[in-house]
């Protein structure tokens, strides 16, 4: 099998049945059958690789997982039912009683929730370090610290950490690197290249990319999945054979996505830079970005989302929505579709002013998920949404 990524997105498939296919079927099945006593015996022993029951694997996902694992240089992975799944599973299956989190403030608030309010029941703890400031990292690692965690490029900020900073930082003090993948996608970013030791997607997002099915992936060294996945074959939260089918289809296209969607959110922060009622843009490709330099190193292209805050805070945020017309109101991103979102005023409505601007959220900023519409469509409708 070539080693190309375009060819393995393509040609990764499950083995034809008898009826010659082209493209991999669904398995919408629950179970399998075996031939005979001593079969059924050595495949629950593990003695011979075969499907069990679809909560284990399934033809559908074991594929997905086969081209994710390719796509990102890994070893093995599992595939779960959303991208929180496979955040929470990831942590649940290899973290203890008593142990503890490094991890960069700016994350995912689903997975901010996590760390604050479920973790801490099992006296796990997370202590946060700033995106700009990883030169602190070492001083929050604790005799119990097991993992460190960080998203690149972060939700919904847009910054870049830099992964081999991290990495030396995880080698030199025994700790599990994982990395929150979604943004960037295994087109344009593998953290196992930088020293990663696990790799997670929301598949949910640019993976499937029109927005029709949930799905998560975690994928990384074999020996830490084995752990993940005995955790999630006994506690359920696995990706269904359908989601798999379609998110496994995705992946054919996502290359020539991905570069359409890099292609309009360059052109569109080029844009928003350039605009008088705009304050700044935050898009990992264009120079004025802090880390622009780290992005160059890690990353193939920008990705498709474009931060940029709006001058006049949240009220100039909220008519900034109210006047959207082509773009979507939606909470979701990596959509075929454009998407616009006010985290001050709805996603992160919640948090403090100081806890929002902690990780970036300022009053004004708006998070864009720049879709495959024609490039100029969709900057006509932010140009006449951000008149005064």
Same mark, same amino acid.
């Given at each position: ?23 991999? =079927? ?22 011979? =690789? ?6 284990? #694997? ?25 991208? *929180?799944? /496979?955040?929470?599973?990831?942590? /649940?299956?290899?973290?203890? /009683? ?68 991290? #990495? ?22 593998? =953290? ?13 997002? !640019?993976?499937?990319?029109?927005? %029709? ?7 990384? +060294?074999?020996? &830490?999945? +084995? ?5 999630? %074959?006994?506690?359920? =939260? /696995? *990706? ?8 496994? +289809? ?9 570069? @359409? ?35 160059? @190193?890690? *990353? +193939? ?9 709006? @001058? ?38 919640? &948090? ?19 879709? !495959? ?16």
């Amino acid at each position: 099998m070539s080693k190309n990524f375009e060819t393995q997105a393509v040609r990764i498939q499950t083995e034809r049945s008898q009826f010659s296919e082209h493209s991999t =079927p669904l398995y919408l099945t629950s179970s399998f059958v075996f031939d005979d006593a001593e079969d059924m015996r050595a495949s629950f022993a593990e003695e011979k =690789p075969r499907n069990l029951y679809s909560r284990f #694997s399934n033809p559908n996902t074991t594929e997905f997982v086969d081209k994710i694992v390719a796509m990102e240089g890994a070893e093995a992975g599992y595939a779960f039912a959303t991208g *929180m799944g /496979a955040v929470f599973s990831t942590f /649940a299956a290899l973290l203890s /009683a008593g142990d503890h989190i490094v991890s960069s403030r700016s994350v995912f608030g689903s997975t901010h929730s996590l760390f604050t309010k479920y973790l801490p029941k099992w006296n796990i703890e997370t202590s946060y370090f700033k995106v700009n400031e990883l030169d602190k990292v070492e001083s929050l690692i604790q005799p119990n610290t097991k993992i460190l965690y960080a998203e690149s490029p972060t939700n919904p900020a847009v910054d870049i950490l830099d992964l081999e900073a991290l #990495s030396q930082i995880a080698k030199k003090n025994n700790l599990l690197l994982v990395i929150d993948n979604c943004f960037a996608t295994p087109y344009l970013q593998n =953290p196992i290249k930088f020293g990663a030791d696990l790799v997670i997607h929301s598949a949910t997002k !640019l993976i499937d990319g029109q927005g %029709r099915v949930l799905g998560g992936v975690t994928v990384g +060294k074999a020996e &830490l999945i +084995k752990e993940i996945y005995l955790f999630s %074959r006994n506690t359920g =939260p /696995a *990706m269904s054979p359908f989601n798999a089918w379609v998110l496994s +289809k995705s992946l054919e296209t996502l290359a020539v996505r991905v570069d @359409k969607h890099c292609q309009n959110a360059l052109k569109v922060a080029q844009f928003l830079e350039a605009h008088p009622a705009v304050n700044f843009v935050k898009y990992p490709f264009l120079p004025s970005h802090p880390q622009y330099e780290v992005a160059k @190193k890690q *990353m +193939k292209l920008g990705g498709n989302i474009v931060a940029f805050e709006i @001058k006049g805070g949240i009220e100039a945020g909220r008519k900034f929505l109210n006047k959207i017309k082509l773009c979507s109101l939606s909470a979701n991103l990596g959509d075929s579709r454009t998407i616009v979102t006010h985290p001050a005023s709805t996603t992160h409505s919640k &948090l403090s002013e100081e806890d929002r601007l902690e990780v970036g959220i300022t009053d004004g900023l708006v998070r864009s998920s720049i879709g !495959l519409e024609f490039v100029d469509d969709v900057i006509e409708d932010l140009k006449q949404a951000l008149e005064v």
